[in-house]
C-alpha cells in the first residue's frame, strides 16, 4: 500500500514562472491538506480538499494560489508568477475522513526553489 | 480548535524514556489530542492520539489528564533516531491540524 505520493521532490522555478505541485493521496483515502513550511519554521495550513470539493482554504494566499482534487487524478497546487517568498517546502496529507479519530499521512513534500 | 503549549526543545539520554508535555487548557470536549514528529525535514508522521483515555501503541504512549487540560507523550526507550520535532495538536470540526511550533527533542549517545 504506497504511502502519500508527492511530485516533483524538488522544483526549481524562475521568477514569474508557475509551479505545479502534484499529490496522489493514499488508496481510499478522498480528504487532502495541503502545508507549506518556510525555511527553520513550522507548517502553516493552506487548504482542505475532499474531491471536487474545496471546503477550506482559509490559508491559501488571496492571489497566484490555486488547489484542486478531482474526481479522477491527484491533488494540484498551482502558484502563478512565482515569487522569490514562494520558496518552501509543500507538503500534502491524505485521510479517510473528516470525522474524528483519524489520523493523517504526510508525503515526503516538494521542495520550491524560486531564482 | 485548542491553543497549545509545548517546551522549545528537551534533551534524552538514549535508552531512557522521552516524556514530552502539551499544554492544551482550551481543549473542548469533543476534541481530540493529536502527536506527530517531523525528523530533519521529512513530512511529518503520524504518532498517537487520544480523546481522554490513555492510549499505547508501537510507538508511543499517550497520557491524558483526567481535565484533559494537558497531556504527555512518552517514548519508552528513546534512540537516536527519535531525535525529531514533536508537535502535539487539538483540533475537532473540519479536522484541521494547526501546527505550533512544537518541542525539538534531542536524544543523546
Known amino acids: 500500500n504506497a504511502g502519500v505520493m508527492q511530485n516533483p521532490r524538488h522544483l526549481v522555478r524562475r521568477r514569474g514562472q508557475e509551479a505545479r505541485l502534484r499529490c496522489s493521496p493514499m488508496?481510499?483515502?478522498?480528504?487532502v491538506y495541503w502545508y507549506r513550511q518556510l525555511p527553520e519554521e513550522g507548517l502553516k495550513f493552506m487548504v482542505y480538499?475532499?474531491?471536487?470539493?474545496?471546503?477550506?482554504e482559509s490559508g491559501m494566499p488571496k492571489e497566484r494560489f490555486s488547489a484542486e482534487f478531482p474526481k479522477e487524478g491527484p491533488s494540484i497546487l498551482r502558484i502563478q508568477q512565482v515569487v522569490r517568498g514562494d520558496s518552501a517546502a509543500y507538503f500534502c496529507a491524505s485521510t479517510t475522513n473528516n470525522g474524528q479519530g483519524f489520523e493523517a499521512f504526510f508525503g515526503q513534500g516538494t521542495r520550491l526553489t524560486v531564482v | 480548535d485548542a491553543k497549545t503549549t509545548q517546551p522549545t526543545s528537551m534533551d534524552c539520554a538514549e535508552g531512557r524514556a522521552a516524556n514530552l508535555p502539551c499544554n492544551h487548557s482550551t481543549i473542548s470536549g469533543n476534541e481530540y489530542v493529536y502527536w506527530y514528529r517531523q525528523i530533519h525535514s521529512q513530512g511529518p508522521q503520524y504518532i498517537i492520539h487520544?480523546?481522554?483515555n490513555n492510549e499505547t501503541n508501537e510507538m508511543a504512549s499517550l497520557i491524558i489528564t483526567e481535565d484533559r487540560k494537558s497531556s504527555t507523550l512518552i517514548l519508552p526507550h528513546a534512540t537516536l533516531r527519535d531525535t525529531a520535532v514533536y508537535y502535539c495538536i487539538g483540533t475537532s470540526g473540519t479536522y484541521k491540524y494547526i501546527f505550533g511550533t512544537g518541542t525539538r527533542l534531542k536524544v543523546l549517545a
Open positions: 487520544g480523546l481522554k
Open positions: 488508496k481510499g483515502h478522498s480528504h
Open positions: 480538499l475532499q474531491k471536487e470539493n474545496i471546503i477550506d
